[in-house]
């Protein structure tokens, strides 16, 4: 049962154009929500984080979204460039539960030159 | 700082054989876990600790095993290995706590193992 979903295997972005990640959930005790990049032969790090209080968050390039109601999130980079193609991993995290943290199946971004 | 430390990057075993996979950490972090990377499935956690002595099973723990002896290490140990563990392991830890939006998980750089 795959409790966080992304649907889309991978995605190719021209240069200087908006790359949109897509992530749904299903488990609504979850109550934070982070990206992570990861490039091969390299582990996963730390992108950008929400909170279930807000609906959007943005850290310079990078802006996630969530909406609740929809159990779906969104990553947004803007403008894309050929150093952000990786694999991006959604996660999700219920704090008051099991202490685990459940990733997505990730989405492959490349961003053409 | 070295952060989160995995040995070996590479390892070819046969089936049925034994392995420890190191996982070593000099942040002073309390949550140290193990997950598996495979296509299609994303990271799957194998087993979590939440401090030394401390251990718990994640989503899939069959056929590893895991102990927390001090806060540094935490070793995943495959008991007879099997072609379905053919994967890539991560060992990730954060600090006081839970995981959550400002306790983000350190990934090592990766262990690719192959069961023939």
């Known amino acids: 049962d795959q409790q966080v979903k992304q649907n889309s295997p991978s995605l190719s972005v021209q240069e200087g154009r908006i790359s949109i990640l897509n992530c749904d959930y299903t488990?609504?005790?979850?109550?934070?929500f982070l990206w992570y990049k990861k490039y091969p032969a390299e582990g996963p790090t730390f992108l950008i984080s929400i909170s279930s209080i807000k609906d959007k968050n943005e850290d310079g390039r990078f802006t996630v979204f969530l909406n609740k109601s929809a159990k779906h999130l969104s990553l947004h980079i803007v403008p894309s460039q050929p150093g952000d193609s990786a694999v991006y991993f959604c996660?999700?995290?219920?704090?008051?539960?099991?202490?685990?943290?459940?990733f997505g199946t990730g989405t492959k971004l490349q961003v053409i030159p | 700082n070295a952060g989160v430390t995995q040995t070996p990057k590479f390892q070819v075993l046969k089936t049925g054989q034994s392995m420890t996979l190191q996982c070593a950490q000099d942040?002073?972090?309390?949550?140290m876990s193990w997950y598996r990377q495979d296509p299609g499935m994303g990271l799957r956690l194998i087993h979590y600790s939440v401090g030394a002595g401390i251990t718990d099973q994640g989503e899939v723990p069959n056929g590893y095993n895991v102990s927390r002896s001090t806060t540094e290490d935490f070793p995943l140990r495959l008991l007879s290995a099997a072609p379905s563990q053919t994967s890539v392991y991560f060992c990730a830890s954060t600090g006081t706590g839970a995981p959550s939006g400002a306790n983000v998980l350190t990934f090592g750089a990766g262990s690719r193992l192959t069961v023939l």
């Open positions: 488990n609504s005790m979850f109550d934070y």
């Open positions: 942040m002073n972090h309390e949550y």
């Open positions: 996660a999700a995290v219920d704090s008051g539960g099991y202490q685990k943290v459940t």
